[in-house]
């Protein structure tokens, strides 16, 4: 069964820990181990959350020596604000919508409050 692109991201960014790792990571590349410093888990469990991250295409493992850097790519996330364009187009339109009626009340309530000329 193929899964589409969106569905994989979203799977991905499903959890609060791989979120920290992609926000850690848009400061700049860093090592397993530098990314791990902040949580209470062991490296295997990092090193887990960066393979969902790498099949998810969201981030990039190179070899330089010793070191192996984690390098974001946001590409994917441009992807998930395309599909959210069309619900901010609509709560937009629907605040639109809210503030015009707040603005109508606003007219009727100062129209009601003006003492009449009789």
């Not at 960066?50 to 590409?75: F, H, M, N, Y």
């Amino acid at each position: 069964m193929s899964t589409d692109q969106l569905s994989i991201t979203f799977a991905a960014l499903a959890d609060p820990t791989r979120r920290a790792l992609l926000a850690h990571l848009s400061h700049g590349e860093a090592s397993v181990t530098e990314l791990a410093q902040p949580f209470e888990m062991s490296l295997p469990a990092i090193s887990k959350h960066l393979k969902v991250l790498e099949r998810a295409g969201l981030i990039t493992r190179s070899r330089e020596a010793q070191w192996r850097p984690c390098r974001l790519v946001a590409d994917p996330l441009k992807n998930v604000d395309h599909w959210l364009a069309q619900y901010r187009q609509f709560w937009e339109q629907s605040f639109d919508r809210l503030d015009d009626y707040l603005q109508e009340l606003q007219a009727e309530e100062a129209n009601t409050d003006r003492p009449s000329k009789s």
